[in-house]
């Protein structure tokens, strides 16, 4: 796998409909910032809340403001209702619409953050890793 492809910020969805700019405001080619597919080998570990989903008022104060994921963890943001900002801001400074049906996932030490952009904002968190080594191995 490339590093390039490790430091992009990717979505799951075929076509990425939301749109995305860069945070000079200058549109962004969709295909370079968000449709690159979950890798396939790796295992979800935990959940954000662990049942239910963040509305408005709920949303953790680190999932606003600056924050990344350690090397080898990965984030699926699946918005269940309304409309969730994400913004990248390391290494490229880009800005992505999440609704229901586009799930956004954050790379490993790519730095992000998130802003409702609805009232009615509902969404949790997934968190992936890779698969541990068979000890068979």
Request: glycine share 8%; hydrophobic share 30%.
């Given at each position: 796998m490339s590093r390039s492809f490790l430091t992009r910020i990717v979505a799951r969805s075929t076509y990425f409909t939301g749109g995305s700019r860069s945070l000079s405001g200058t549109p962004t080619s969709a295909?370079?910032?968000?449709?690159?597919?979950?890798?396939?080998?790796?295992?979800?570990?935990?959940?954000?809340?662990?049942?239910?989903?963040?509305?408005?008022d709920t949303i953790p104060a680190g999932l606003r403001r600056r924050h990344n994921l350690r090397e080898g963890t990965w984030g699926q943001l699946n918005v269940v209702r309304g409309r969730l900002l994400f913004r990248t801001l390391e290494p490229t400074a880009e800005e992505f619409e999440l609704s229901p049906g586009q799930p956004g996932t954050i790379e490993p030490q790519v730095y992000h953050e998130v802003e409702p952009l609805t009232d009615d904002i509902e969404f949790f968190v997934v968190f992936h890793k890779l698969p541990e080594p068979n000890a068979a191995d």
């Open positions: 295909r370079a910032g968000v449709l690159q597919p979950l890798p396939s080998h790796m295992q979800p570990y935990k959940r954000l809340p662990p049942t239910g989903t963040f509305v408005k």
